[in-house]
């Protein structure tokens, strides 16, 4: 799924285990089933615990 939010646009991931919601710049033109390769630094993710919702801290982690 890929929600456009203006300069940048939200991607939905489903790795089977886990949903990951990863931001791009501009508008992307990825669509349900695309495979995508997925990197990032570690200082630019954030965790949520998937019951509370509330945001992990590394120590969490």
């Known amino acids: 799924m890929v929600e456009p939010l203006g ?3 939200d991607v939905i991931v489903d790795l089977g285990s886990a949903l990951f919601v ?3 710049p501009g508008f992307s033109e990825l669509t349900v089933g695309d495979r995508v390769v997925l990197g990032a630094e570690r200082a630019t993710v954030h965790c949520f615990d ?3 919702e ?3 801290t590394a120590a969490d982690r």
């Open 7 to 9: 300069t940048v646009s």
């Open 22 to 24: 990863v931001r791009v």
């Open 50 to 52: 998937p019951t509370t």
């Open 54 to 56: 509330e945001r992990l």
